[in-house]
């Protein structure tokens, strides 16, 4: 395989990206002067020396930002440490912080789990997951989960297992588990609703 | 205007038909046969006389079924009379019904208010509503209305004047308005989620 | 079936409506006032009226602007009579017309042949447009057929087998027929253009 | 600017990218692993030592692939010399070589000029086509230019340049300019077809 087949087999693997596309970002990086491919070329493999995993939600943070294992959110005082909201990627939390509606901590799962998978450990950190729910239990009384998953099947199919996967600790802990809210989101109209939409809404009328 | 140019512009005028599509329309009745067009033309005058407008709930209803001057749903025992869900339009009556899990009656307002529009009179049938509203709760000890409308800014202007022009009945029989849940609807995902969906749906986790 | 239901079936098989929008249509007649609804329909029973299908082109016309058996187009004296254009449908011929390039005459054939249709008497008018090329050769000396058929499988089988069954007559009568010329239509882009056109647009290069 | 901002910056100038998939983009590479990381980062800069622009077409080509300076087609002893293909970007040649109907020679513009773009040097490689034409009248005879750009105003704008900033050359030799053919491309339909496509189509019939 030349360069170019080697990085248009990279670039197809992009999220969303066709084999055209991907051929189209090398005629354009074919485009671009030397100093531009070499700033891309530093920067890319600087992403993993940059950014770190913290060690609590399993977020990416940037590693200059502080000397701890741990990222902002979970190092920030202000925050409440007695709820934990479970989601499954790091764009999911991001949506929920832009909304500022949350003040708790995060832990992210990493993916989710389709039905029928067995091995969900290998889809999820469930381990971690599992580590951090005993520790704050015990540390910071946590008192309540809430599994911020897609409305899909796939999302509660994840929250399921979760469920299961941390009874032992919830029951012993006394935690309560919770799941959003389910009802009309914004736009919803109610002549295309389905039924269990519809069924949620009416449950959670106010 | 030729017969052709007048059916041209009519079904422009039937909803989400362009003019293109409207043209097409017509030559697509022009290959049918004689007693094709007949029948087409024999049924739909007969619209107005087999279906009649229910005089409790404002829904289209056939005439046929029965002799009263109430569609079936209002006329139905088992339903719970306490209890008043308001919709925008027959086909929300129809989505909501469709999902078997309302068994109370329903008031079609026949439109929604836009945002500042002031006749807003000639939009929904407010005195209708008012009317029933006040027979509900003398004869049926009406006790909630369900405002079951789209979840976008003109179905939350509706709701709110509703609201208002209800007061004082509302107020009088201590009836209850409910909105219709928000929160995450089916197939909704947390990264495209909007602020107030987000919200939303943490509040109303279970 | 009731009135709703019947007319609902109608609806849908109209060119390019869906079930839900058939459904729409049957409530947007209901809102209208029965002077509405009497108009349309005492309008749809006079297109088979008022339109007549020109005895020479196929093509339908109105029939009250003359009492005659043939289109305009088909009996204006500035049209060249020794060329012929043959068309699938109307809305092909009022294409053309459109574009003010054709000042011959036309064939309607009322569809197009699938591939592997034998009965393509049932599909197109070849009876009619065998009687009127040999007609336009002895009273006109028509000259050349153009074949103005969509440039995919259905259109190119339509044109083969036409030009099959007119051998006769265009041999005896040394007629020529030809086809639309093939290259980049309006917008085509070279990237991503198929090998058929781009052969074409290479061949036809001027 | 952290990295990831950088990189998501860097992403959203890829053709076609949006900024939330630029975002995606780069937690996509988060997850990946440091080695598949370095190989991207290795990849990137060697584009431009193992790729070459041939000195004499400007197509991008494989520099292991030979010695020379000028790119596999441009030295292919079995195309015709005397007739030169100008497109604007490297794809579009590769879509003309994938329909194996053309064994002349190319030239790659590297872009076009938008209508009433003055700096057109900027543009398009008017000078290296000017010396190329030049050089291969006097070597091999040149014959024929074929100006295979988009039928759309940005390619005729285009084309119509060439022709002028060419004239001088082409009278000079004796060397035709032509376009492509233009009629009906693969898939059209006469009933959506503007009056232009339908004009050269029927202009071009055959």
Do not use: W
């Amino acid at each position: 395989m030349t360069v170019i087949e080697e990085l248009i087999e990279i670039f197809r693997r992009f999220p969303g990206v066709g084999p055209r596309q991907a051929e189209r970002f090398v005629y354009y990086l074919l485009r671009q002067n030397k100093n531009y491919l070499d700033k891309i070329s530093r920067l890319i493999p600087s992403l993993s020396n940059s950014v770190k995993i913290c060690q609590s939600c399993q977020k990416f943070y940037l590693s200059n930002t502080s000397d701890s294992r741990v990222c902002k959110i979970c190092t920030d005082k202000n925050r409440q440490k007695n709820i934990l909201m479970v989601v499954a990627h790091d764009v999911d939390l991001d949506s929920i912080e832009k909304s500022e509606t949350y003040d708790g901590l995060y832990f992210v799962l990493g993916g989710t789990i389709p039905i029928l998978e067995k091995n969900f450990n290998q889809k999820i950190r469930l381990n971690a997951l599992q580590a951090l729910v005993r520790e704050r239990a015990e540390k910071d009384n946590l008192k309540e989960i809430i599994l911020a998953l897609n409305a899909n099947p796939e999302g509660e199919n994840t929250a399921m297992i979760i469920h299961r996967e941390l009874k032992a600790i919830t029951d012993k802990y006394n935690i309560k588990i919770k799941m959003l809210g389910r009802g009309l989101s914004t736009g919803t109209e109610i002549e295309y609703s389905d039924t269990e939409t519809i069924k949620n809404a009416l449950e959670n009328r106010f």
